[in-house]
């Protein structure tokens, strides 16, 4: 009998396992160039003042996360399939537009990203980012996408280095923790700007597209989506454990001595004194692993929701003449993404944060979609949003909408 | 003045529908058509008046166009009955859903559905899955075709004739079509695992339910591993074990492989004894060898029998021609002797006992054996199959050149992987 116990608790393990992946992966890779960048920028000019923020966002995300993989689990559809089946053509046309936009943004940021990372090691951005943009379009039409993606995620794992740091950087803990459950805020057109961003970039319109379809191509089955919870709860805590420090040692650092970041050398600097010499290439190879992996992901992902939701060809499996939308999609994001980062005198930090605000604006459009979406009962049966994630996701939803008004409003008011 | 002969199903939805006297009634929201003729005629409208929907007879509406607008005009709002078996809602099961066009043999999305004003009534005449018709719902349509005029282009648009469509159902649409999947049924089974792997897993389980049994047994066969997974995994157990029967042990075996075990020991259970412990015993080798692969649907004769006692045979049996490339004669012992090719049967005098004109020098494997070395002795001896026998000589199995192809296919991917 010992034998069948020990058996079921490996076919235990074996079935979170096969549930496992999807959440936690998502979650790994929302952690890119523009994420670190922005985290870094909160870390650097606010301190610890940001923390609850983050605390709060970690909540939030973990439960839109988890609509998105629960929409994936139970009606078996992408999110654009099920916005164009529900809402109709103009109103995917206006999502579509949205999810453009945003992902565009962070295609230009992953960009920025690749450039900065490999300029720490003093290569020129005019060789890294044409190569690395012919490597992006050669691994999504001739290479293995998956293993490439395995690859870059492995390259993550180095960001363990921030927590290291975060430890080494001596903050004050008790600081720490005060700033992480009681809140602060400032009017302060670049506080406010700045929380949009991590925000923006903590919880992004294409994840909700890129979680929901691997989730689909996964094969989750409704018995266990409880186990597809715990994986994406797991990796909303991660994700944001990892930022958590990052804003940390960025905070005991850059802040305290009134350092504020302008390249992404500044951000792989302000580790070296306390976590030694090889911390700023380590760092660098993370971001430059982010940011691959989020290039590659963000034209995928943005070729797939739309090729599907306006019913054109697709699929990796298709030549160029087969699926010209979809191969366009990927191919003008490559280069009118990389192309503006060739240009001249652009700060490349700058604008992974002015990515991040975008997403950040835009996020709220595609939020209500899913909330309408995960509260139709004739799409989830059973599975409908509980009151309590209802409640959650509708507070993000107009505290970010809030949020863009004081944005949009300050300059009249002078405040 | 209906001097309307066709229009778009998104000229007239949500537009507000008249009385005789040009009072606004109501809003139409859905066209319901009855689906069992060739060309569905519209019968019903889902029309909103007064705060409240209601499906009201068609009979009574006319549609006409007026300063290039169309008007939707009805001499009563009489509520009508529709059965829901055999009725289409053109809005909520079609638009903007996924249809199979079963010319090009895959699944498109609609973007608007043309109909037809005859003077016996509204029918579906094509679906537009085309790029005009995407701009046409955007309301973009017509100035682009006027910027593009001048310069001598045109938006390509596609319809597909509604003969040549299959609408999709899907449990959560309620659209039960008693003839729904009439026309998918008709398409060979490689073209509709095609089809029901482009679709998401509900729809997959519920399409593949429909299927008779006969036709389910060859499209499993033809699905990627992940599909069949999902269909035997979604389907209520006794459905997929009548279809199970219906295959090849072998393929039963490589499938039950890839689900969960006690998925798949619920399976084997609610199969039929004979064949499920033909299943069990293939299982139980390792994937590498012989056995794994091997076929146990053979047909073999007795040393005994005479040439005509056997044709007799095979003509009771009708076995599928891979089955017959060679015929394997064994012993009371089923132990494997010889081997006769149906040229031999054919050449030789009725009378004639088999143990006569058979091959005593039978190229054989053991099911022990590795894969491998079945490669070595097809090619060597150029053989479309190998019989397989067990420790003690007893012909268990035959191994068909397909497999083989497939089991080296299988092996070149996992090395390029």
Redesign the interface.
């Known amino acids: 009998m010992a034998q069948t116990t020990r058996s079921t608790r490996l076919?235990n393990i074996l079935l979170i396992l096969s549930v496992i992946g999807p959440g936690l992966v998502t979650a790994t890779a929302d952690n890119d160039a523009s994420g670190i960048a922005t985290y870094a920028m909160v870390g650097s000019m606010f301190g610890y003042k940001m923390l609850w923020g983050l605390f709060l966002i970690t909540i939030s995300l973990a439960v839109i996360q988890e609509m998105a993989a629960r929409m994936g689990v139970v009606?078996?559809?992408g999110l654009s399939?099920l916005i164009?089946?529900n809402f109709?053509?103009?109103m995917t046309?206006f999502a579509m537009v949205t999810l453009l936009i945003a992902n565009f943004t962070t295609t230009v940021g992953e960009f920025a990203g690749i450039a900065a990372s490999l300029e720490i090691f003093g290569i020129s951005k005019y060789i890294s980012v044409p190569l690395t943009s012919f490597f992006v379009w050669y691994i999504i039409n001739k290479g293995?996408y998956k293993?490439t993606e395995k690859f870059f995620l492995g390259l993550m794992v180095i960001y363990v280095s921030y927590i290291i740091s975060g430890f080494l950087a001596k903050p004050d803990w008790k600081e720490v923790f005060k700033n992480t459950f009681i809140p602060s805020f400032s009017f302060e057109p670049s506080f406010v700007l700045i929380f949009i961003a991590m925000i923006g970039t903590t919880i992004t319109p294409w994840m909700q597209f890129y979680l929901q379809s691997s989730v689909?191509d996964k094969?989750v089955?409704v018995k266990n989506i409880k186990y597809q919870r715990w994986d994406v709860f797991l990796g909303a805590f991660w994700t944001d454990f990892i930022a958590f420090f990052i804003v940390v040692a960025t905070a005991a650092t850059l802040y305290k001595h009134g350092i504020r970041i302008e390249t992404a050398e500044d951000a792989a600097k302000a580790l070296e004194p306390f976590a030694g010499k090889y911390a700023s290439g380590l760092f660098a190879i993370g971001l430059f692993g982010a940011s691959l992996l989020g290039a590659h992901i963000l034209p995928l992902s943005t070729a797939y929701a739309i090729t599907e939701a306006?019913?054109f060809e697709n699929g990796l499996d298709k030549k160029f003449k087969e699926a010209p939308v979809f191969y366009g999609i990927i191919l003008l994001f490559i280069v009118i993404g990389a192309g503006i980062i060739l240009l001249p005198n652009i700060p490349l930090i700058k604008l992974m944060i002015v990515a991040q605000e975008i997403n950040g604006i835009l996020l709220p459009i595609i939020l209500v979609y899913m909330l309408k979406l995960t509260n139709d009962k004739?799409?989830m049966g059973e599975y409908v949003n509980s009151k309590l994630f209802n409640v959650i996701a509708w507070v993000t939803v107009v505290f970010i909408i809030i949020l863009t008004l004081i944005l949009l409003v300050q300059p009249f008011l002078n405040i | 003045m209906p001097n309307v002969t066709s229009f778009y199903l998104s000229r007239v939805i949500g537009n507000k529908v008249f009385s005789e006297e040009k009072k606004v009634v109501g809003r139409l929201l859905d066209l319901i058509v009855d689906a069992s003729y060739i060309r569905p005629k519209v019968i019903a409208a889902k029309v909103k008046s007064g705060g409240q929907t209601q499906i009201v007879d068609f009979s009574f509406f006319i549609i006409y166009k007026e300063k290039g607008q169309y008007v939707i005009e009805t001499r009563n709002l009489k509520p009508i009955d529709v059965k829901k078996e055999d009725t289409i809602m053109l809005v909520r099961h079609i638009l903007d859903k996924q249809i199979v066009d079963m010319n090009g043999r895959k699944v498109v999305r609609v973007n608007d559905i043309r109909l037809a004003v005859l003077s016996t009534g509204v029918y579906v005449i094509a679906v537009d899955i085309g790029f005009e018709g995407l701009l046409r719902r955007l309301g973009l349509a017509k100035p682009l075709k006027r910027v593009l005029k001048p310069l001598g282009k045109n938006i390509p648009s596609r319809l597909i004739l509604w003969d040549d469509v299959q609408p999709l159902a899907s449990p959560r649409l309620d659209l039960k079509l008693s003839t729904t999947y009439s026309k998918l049924a008709t398409l060979h089974p490689s073209d509709l695992a095609d089809i029901i792997e482009e679709l998401d897993k509900k729809t997959q389980a519920y399409i593949f339910s429909t299927l008779d049994e006969e036709k389910a047994a060859d499209v499993l066969e033809e699905l990627e591993v992940e599909a069949q997974r999902n269909v035997l995994e979604s389907l209520p157990v006794e459905k997929v074990a009548d279809v199970l029967e219906k295959m090849p042990a072998d393929e039963v075996a490589d499938i039950l492989d890839e689900i969960k075990e006690e998925r798949a020991e619920e399976l084997l259970n609610s199969m039929e004894k004979e064949a499920s412990e033909e299943v069990k015993e293939l299982m139980e080798y390792p994937e590498n060898s012989v056995g794994a692969i091997m076929t146990t649907d053979f047909i073999s004769f007795k040393t005994h029998f005479t040439v005509e006692q056997t044709i007799e045979e095979l003509r009771r049996l009708k076995p599928e021609p891979d089955e017959i490339y060679y015929l394997y004669v064994v012993d009371n012992e089923e132990k494997l002797c010889g081997v006769v090719s149906l040229r031999d049967l054919v050449i030789s005098e009725p009378q004639t006992p088999l143990y006569e004109i058979m091959n005593r020098d039978v190229v054989c494997v053991k099911d022990t054996d590795n894969v491998n070395s079945l490669v070595e002795i097809i090619s060597k001896y150029s053989l479309l199959a190998v019989p397989v026998v067990n420790e003690s000589k007893k012909l268990i199995g035959v191994v068909i050149i397909n497999d083989i192809v497939y089991e080296l296919l299988k092996m070149k991917r996992k090395l390029l992987l």
């Open positions: 076919k009606t078996g559809k399939d164009r089946e109709g053509v103009k046309f293995s293993k689909v094969g089955s306006f019913g004739e799409i």
